[in-house]
């Protein structure tokens, strides 16, 4: 189990890396993403992939619930900052007609 959440993990990581480093605003703001989703999965191994849930009176073996809540606050605050992007990446389009994250063409666009 922990093998298969390690390589998934590190997919994730290597998908939004490679994103990132696209010239285009959509595969940056979809890189974001596959970074914050591979940090939220990161964070909630940090509490125990394999813990029963917390119980009054049955706490012998129970997850810890900070990552948990670490978790959905910080996917509440993705959603809100890829909402802001996208309009940034839209108001960049609308304002010079590229969507290129420099401003400038590419390569393939001269």
């Known amino acids: 189990m922990e093998a298969l959440f390690a390589v998934t993990l590190g997919l994730l990581s290597a998908s939004g890396v490679y994103l990132l480093l696209r010239a285009r605003t959509f595969p940056v703001v979809l890189g974001l993403t596959l ?5 939220n999965l990161f964070l909630f191994a940090m509490g125990r992939l394999a813990g029963d849930p917390a119980v009054l009176g049955q706490v ?16 509440v605050i993705g959603f809100a900052m890829t909402a802001f992007v996208i309009v940034l990446a839209l108001r960049g389009l609308a304002e010079t007609g590229d969507d290129h994250v420099d401003g400038r063409p590419g390569e393939g666009d001269r």
């Open 35 to 39: 970074i914050s989703y591979a940090v």
């Open 60 to 75: 012998a073996n129970a997850g810890d619930a900070i990552p948990q809540a670490l978790v959905l606050t910080a996917i």
